[in-house]
């Protein structure tokens, strides 16, 4: 730390990014990105394959001399459509970190409270804008007791699916934590509902106090152009704006706003995807059950599986060896644990036979 570094920054705890490495090909199931490529019309928007005649003068490289559109209107209006909603309850961001940072900022006054095995980077976000942080711990199975987060008096934040363990809270719990908190901000960080769960998005039109973040990182094989979104009523929205427009109203960048509104005109595409991404799933929970693994009945695109007789690190290192990379979580609660993404069918197949090799069957 420097001598000039702002003291109220002086013991901030960062939050750690999964490793992206860079010493050998990994099969890689430690970030939940999605193994398929974005679609076709995202390759045409980059100019990476035939251009469409009628845009055949026109290029998005040109164009990065301009400043991109701070209000993201034809990405709005795609999600609103897509939604339906109105694109004036769209907020659009550089990844949905930076929603969930904002939110905290904006709505985070009288504290938040989170499952206490959740999405690592909610505690560092709290920190960041000064905001007290309370956790709930979750059941000895790993779910979310909706009651415990019924009326709390704070911001309430949670993931559903919960991360790293991809269990759900059903619509009607999340509703009734909307309701017991009319006071305060819920937001419900929806990283990874397009894997099985249903939305809780059509709430917002009945509740003021709801925020439903969502992603283009997991199920739209987005993540590196990094495009997050949320919905809410009009009002947060604003507020929202109001913290980006203090900040940087180019947020989203042109090349992404592009890709964004592309790839929203291929659903169908991602939903493919997104079935062959629970197959496989649901493939890896069969095997796994077979060689006594013990894991989440996941509804989110990995899995959280853990071996009665193998220490979760050395079941990380050993898949580490192996040429397969996963995400180990040091925390006391979930170490024995391992988080695998779900990668292709031929990627959990390698991920079977490692496993299977490192307990010698
Ligand atoms: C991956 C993830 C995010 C971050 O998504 P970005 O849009 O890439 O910033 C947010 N919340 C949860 C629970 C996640 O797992």
Redesign the pocket.
Known sequence: MSRFFNKKYGNLEVYTPGEQPKDKKYIKLNT?ESPYPPCPEVRAALGAEVVPTLFRNWSAVDDLRLYCDPECTALREALAYEYGTDAKNVYVAN????I?NFAFAAFGENGVVCPEI??G?YPVFAKYNGIEYNSIPLNDDFTIDADRFCGVGKMVCI?NPN?PTGLMLSIEEIEKIVVSNSENIVLI?E??IDFGGESCMPLCDKYDNLLV?G????SRSM?GA???FCFGARCLIEDLETLKYSTNPYNVNSLTQLCGVATMKSQEYYDKNCEKIIEAREYTKSELEKLGGVFTDSMANFVFVKFPEFDGEYIYKALRERGILVRHFSNEKIKDYNRVTVGTMNDMKKFISAIKDIMGK
Request: no cysteine.
């Open positions: 939940n990844g949905s970190d930076d969930l959740s999405y980077f993931a991360a960080d990283a990874y973040v992603t283009f990182s997991k993540a990094r495009l997050g």
